[in-house]
């Protein structure tokens, strides 16, 4: 069974740009979570997705958004980068009140 | 009241010793407390978890301990190995009725010597 999978892994932009990540969750899995991680605030909850519905959404800025697919697909679109922004995204999948399997993340470098 | 607390930042452990990861919540309302083991340039992937009407609950090497009027919980890494070198999280669920939402502890980074 195919695990998480996220694109692209590796990316680079400029302040000011936006960034549109992809994540594919495990077949079957219909609920989506995106989290943030930074080596100085660690793992953060930007928002969660279950059947194309947003059911929570963590504290960061209206730039960061998300959304899902009616095949369970995700995306998540930050706009107006900022350098800040630079952190490893992590896309989880899960069943309901299931464990999260977390994919290899899209690592986002802004200069 | 939305944080979890997590300590030590790092720990070095011979081989065959016992590693101890400590975490203190302060929601009562959270009621689901895993933890997670990342390694570098891998997501984070599930270890053990908890809810707070077992005390302890034991998988393999990996013991979690709960303490429900103290607020706080332990990882319990016995007969530690140098392949579990990795960061390790502690968790809790933030609410809004789902595991999808978590709170993360900050991470400790283990080093097991050979």
């Known amino acids: 069974k195919a695990g998480v999978t996220q694109t692209p892994r590796y990316l680079i932009k400029t302040r000011g740009q936006q960034v549109t990540l992809s994540c594919s969750p495990i077949?079957?899995?219909?609920?989506v979570s995106w989290y943030q991680q930074t080596p100085g605030q660690g793992l953060q909850f930007l928002f969660e997705y279950f059947s194309e519905t947003q059911r929570n959404k963590g504290n960061f800025p209206g730039r960061f958004s998300g959304r899902q697919f009616s095949n369970s697909r995700s995306e998540m679109n930050v706009s107006t980068l900022e350098l800040g922004d630079s952190a490893l995204y992590l896309c989880?999948?899960?069943?309901?009140?299931?464990?999260?399997?977390f994919g290899e993340g899209s690592r986002l470098t802004v200069l | 009241q939305q944080q979890v607390k997590q300590s030590p930042q790092s720990l070095i452990v011979q081989k065959g010793g016992i590693s101890i990861i400590n975490c203190a919540y302060e929601n009562t309302a959270f009621d689901y407390f895993p933890w997670y083991q990342q390694f570098p340039g891998k997501g984070p992937a599930l270890l053990i978890a908890?809810?707070?009407?077992?005390s302890e609950k034991k998988e393999g090497r990996f013991t979690i301990s709960f303490n429900k009027s103290a607020k706080q919980f332990s990882l319990h890494i016995m007969d530690s190995q140098p392949g579990d070198s990795a960061t390790y999280f502690c968790?809790?669920?933030?609410?809004?009725?789902?595991?999808?939402?978590?709170?993360f502890g900050k991470g400790t980074k283990l080093s097991v010597k050979p």
């Open positions: 908890i809810r707070p009407d077992v």
């Open positions: 077949s079957g899995h219909r609920s």
């Open positions: 968790a809790a669920n933030g609410g809004g009725g789902s595991q999808g939402n978590l709170i």
């Open positions: 989880a999948s899960s069943l309901p009140a299931g464990e999260l399997f």
